[in-house]
């Protein structure tokens, strides 16, 4: 598809809009406002895919390599058919065909970082006074595809923060944390495209994921190399298809055969709600307790039904024993552990629990804390993140939005701005050029800057007239991250 498609309707035929003699428009990629308590930075990534995959790849392919005659009939095929009678026009998307190139500015701050509400992620403007329709041309294409990776992305640092203040508080193994936030989302997003991006942005945090592809993500537009670094890792697993093949009167040799002959050594994580948790917990696994304990390896028990912060910690109102102490300490109470200086107990390594079903912030810190008040490591549990955090969200989550705010018409520099007065601030935006600054590790926005001013600050060309200039490495990006 011609990727000048990939644009809401209206668009189209915004280049005679603007005032005659218009040559320039400058435009940022803003978050305006958390709609998450308790988040008031977002995390930056995605830009440098876009570029590499829109702005190069795809117009390479589609557009500028295909003959421009057929390129032209099937855009002006397209509109006529789409808007009736019309003047768009298609001397402007020859004109783009003969040049070779997208002649635009991409300035942007390092993927990966922190940015405070209402400062830019990058700024964009036109490098050619006659393709000046261009900038706000790609807002619909570049707001589908950038504002996921960093809405997931923010959302996976906020778990990793939290994980990590348990672990430090309560665990030997805070390290284990990379671990711990496990991504299965890839079935509930809104298509492939989706779920590889959110996938990708939840491995700057973590290092556990079921999403395949998000690796070659990474490796295709983030110079990642898993043979060299670890990328993206998961282990061996079963699904109820299986554990239902196995019967229900067979269940315990379902059990035994995967601990033990399948999977003698290593981690293998077992569904264990197929039918009877309790059971499982208190009678299969109490009869498996010594193979269990001599492997090299871990057994990881896995419900994904009922509520996971009284599943793992224990239902306080439960009907039996088992409901009211909870998958962890049932684990305890067959397996023992240690418990370590802190004070707090450690399952021995060959057992633990993972849970992946339903699991959002507010639950995960639950679990986090109910564990400890029972005197439990956070880290004796792995938590499955999936679509209920990851697809839960719009690009209002954080009030994405790419707007215009200086222009020049015949040669003369124009401030613009919005601030509806029907507004609550949401909507209001800066005005003219823009310099980001940096003090004390905080990003501030200055607007109505000159142009020699808008050259300094944190703000660094990443792209320009067809050619990537900054090719950020996930290595680079998980360090800021994480940092």
């Not at 999977?263 to 197929?274: A, E, F, L, R």
């Not at 009869?287 to 039904?305: C, E, M, Q, Y």
């Not at 239902?315 to 684990?331: D, H, I, M, Q, S």
């Amino acid at each position: 598809m011609n990727p000048l498609l990939l644009t809401d309707g209206y668009k189209t035929d915004h280049r005679r809009q603007y005032p005659d003699n218009t040559t320039l428009v400058y435009s940022n990629w803003t978050p305006r406002k958390s709609r998450i308590e308790g988040i008031e930075e977002v995390v930056f990534f995605g830009l440098q895919y876009f570029i590499k995959k829109y702005i190069i790849e795809e117009f390479e392919r589609s557009f500028f390599s295909r003959p421009k005659d057929e390129v032209v009939a099937r855009y002006a095929r397209r509109i006529n058919n789409y808007l009736g009678e019309n003047n768009v026009g298609t001397a402007h998307i020859a004109a783009l065909h003969d040049l070779g190139y997208i002649p635009m500015v991409f300035k942007a701050l390092p993927e990966g970082t922190a940015v405070p509400m209402r400062v830019p992620m990058f700024t964009m403007y036109n490098t050619l006074p006659e393709f000046f329709w261009l900038t706000n041309y790609f807002e619909t294409l570049l707001s589908a595809v950038v504002w996921l990776p960093c809405t997931s992305a923010t959302l996976a640092k906020r778990y990793r923060t939290l994980l990590d203040a348990y672990a430090a508080e309560t665990s030997s193994v805070p390290e284990f944390v990379s671990w711990q936030g496990h991504d299965f989302s890839m079935r509930g997003m809104g298509g492939i495209d989706a779920a590889i991006t959110s996938a990708a942005a939840h491995l700057l945090s973590f290092t556990g994921t079921d999403t395949i592809p998000a690796i070659d993500f990474l490796e295709e537009y983030y110079n990642a190399n898993s043979d060299t670094e670890l990328v993206g890792g998961s282990v061996a697993a079963t699904e109820h298809s299986v554990m239902c093949m196995g019967t229900t009167e067979g269940e315990f040799e379902t059990f035994k055969r995967l601990i033990c002959d399948i999977y003698p050594k290593g981690i293998v994580s077992i569904v264990s709600d197929t039918w009877d948790l309790w059971k499982v917990l208190t009678d299969y696994l109490p009869r498996l307790k010594d193979t269990i304990a001599a492997r090299n390896g871990k057994v990881v028990i896995r419900p994904d039904s009922g509520d996971p912060v009284d599943i793992l910690c224990g239902n306080p109102n439960g009907t039996t024993e088992a409901e009211r102490k909870g998958v962890v300490e049932l684990l305890w109470d067959t397996f023992g552990g240690s418990t370590n200086s802190k004070g707090y107990k450690e399952l021995i390594p060959q057992i633990g629990a993972i849970y992946g079903d339903s699991i959002n912030v507010d639950r995960a810190t639950r679990i986090c804390e109910r564990l400890k008040q029972k005197g439990f490591a956070s880290t004796n549990v792995v938590l499955g993140i999936g679509s209920y955090t990851y697809q839960y969200n719009t690009r209002d989550t954080f009030g994405f939005a790419m707007k215009a705010t200086y222009g020049e018409v015949n040669g003369e520099g124009r401030e613009i701005f919005k601030d509806p007065v029907t507004d609550d601030g949401t909507k209001k935006s800066a005005k003219g050029l823009m310099k980001i600054v940096k003090e004390n590790n905080t990003y501030t926005l200055i607007d109505q800057v000159s142009w020699d001013e808008e050259n300094t600050g944190e703000l660094k060309e990443v792209f320009r007239d067809g050619k990537l200039l900054i090719d950020q490495s996930l290595a680079e990006i998980r360090a800021k991250v994480l940092g």
